[in-house]
């Protein structure tokens, strides 16, 4: 437990210290309490938070795990038991450090983040200056620490897709405003629906109200309409929802990636690749004689001749040009010269040289 504190200044532990640990582990507990009923769900804008909101262990979720950690260390440091508050500060890092690992490999979870780097702002506090334990523990939680925050920033601006996949073949801005674009998406989703992806663009407050519509549409577990423009035309601005926080950051990610872009219209279209699968592979035609192109089966030809028939022997044409008696045959010169050179000569010669 000393190690996580240099032995030099473990009694050097000013009030000042002791309640700021107080007020930092109450921050911690609010916290965890608001993540764990959902309140801090509108500032996760990340894909961890939504695949990890509902993890439990033992029946309960991880937050509540979260809040206990808190509560004790602040508990401890309140009745002035430094040494035990540093010692379990130490381990919930410790912890935490596999969880931003895991985290890391997978998806980063902004609130995550938020509760882990509370708790390492706690364990500063209590455990400096540090001892070798307590600076091998830090450095491990920023290590792991780093990558996360990494993949936060890339995830909070990317655009955000309404339907499919951010690096789909075919990427469709479009407003719920424009007849032109809500036609491309209509077109975009009955051929390729599979390999297309539709990132909604807000123009104005109604906009994104209308957006709201087919967001909370879509979270009912309803299918992406196959008429946008008939979904919209049903759907009036005032009637619907006012936008959240979190869905007007992604529409506001979604306007700074059309910018980057360079694109001033929508509709606006982008592929990469083909949006579909190859097609078939055909059989290979009969490649026939060498030299000669490949036909396909025809009565008349030799083998579909009937039973006691042969084919007829080739004629040989004339040729085109009559030549006269006992003239030489053209052998790639120029007949007009006199004479013509005797290639097999000249080979003959070289090769007695």
């Not at 307590?134 to 925050?149: H, K, Q």
């Not at 109200?209 to 759907?235: C, S, Y």
């Not at 097609?279 to 008349?300: L, N, V, Y």
Request: proline fraction near 10%; charged fraction near 15%.
């Amino acid at each position: 437990m000393s190690t996580l504190q240099s032995s030099k200044n473990a009694n050097a532990f000013s009030p000042l210290r002791k309640i700021l640990a107080v007020f930092i582990a109450l921050a911690g507990v609010a916290y965890t309490v608001a993540a764990a009923q959902g309140m801090a769900d509108s500032v996760c804008v990340t894909a961890g938070c939504e695949l990890y909101k509902d993890t439990k262990l033992f029946g309960y979720s991880l937050w509540w795990f979260g809040t206990a950690g808190f509560t004790l260390v602040g508990l401890l440091a309140l009745l002035g038991r430094i040494g035990l508050a540093r010692f379990a500060a130490g381990v919930g890092l410790l912890i935490d450090v596999g969880l931003l690992g895991l985290l890391a490999l997978t998806a980063p979870c902004m609130s995550c983040l938020v509760a882990g780097f509370l708790l390492l702002l706690l364990f500063f506090v209590l455990a400096t200056p540090m001892g070798m334990a307590g600076r091998v523990i830090a450095i491990a939680w920023l290590l792991v620490f780093s990558p996360n925050i990494i993949g936060a920033m890339k995830s909070v601006t990317d655009p955000w897709p309404i339907y499919g996949e951010g690096n789909a073949s075919i990427r469709l801005y479009f407003s719920p405003t424009c007849p032109a674009c809500l036609l491309s998406a209509n077109e975009a989703l009955a051929v390729y629906p599979e390999n297309s992806a539709l990132f909604p663009l807000a123009k104005s407050d109604g906009d994104a109200r209308m957006i709201t519509a087919l967001v909370r549409h879509l979270a009912d577990g309803n299918p992406m309409p196959k008429d946008l423009g008939a979904f919209f035309a049903n759907t009036s601005p005032e009637a619907s929802p006012e936008p959240g926080p979190d869905l007007r950051w992604k529409l506001f990610r979604n306007e700074l990636a059309f910018s980057s872009l360079g694109a001033e219209q929508v509709p606006f279209l982008m592929m990469s690749g083909r949006p579909g699968p190859l097609p078939s592979a055909e059989a290979k035609p009969d490649p026939g004689r060498p030299g000669f192109p490949s036909q396909p089966d025809r009565p008349g030809l030799s083998r579909d001749l009937p039973p006691g028939m042969t084919p007829a022997q080739p004629s040989i044409p004339s040729p085109i040009f009559p030549q006269s008696q006992g003239s030489p045959t053209f052998s790639g010169c120029n007949p007009s010269e006199e004479p013509c050179p005797d290639t097999n000569s000249s080979l003959l010669d070289k090769e007695l040289e």
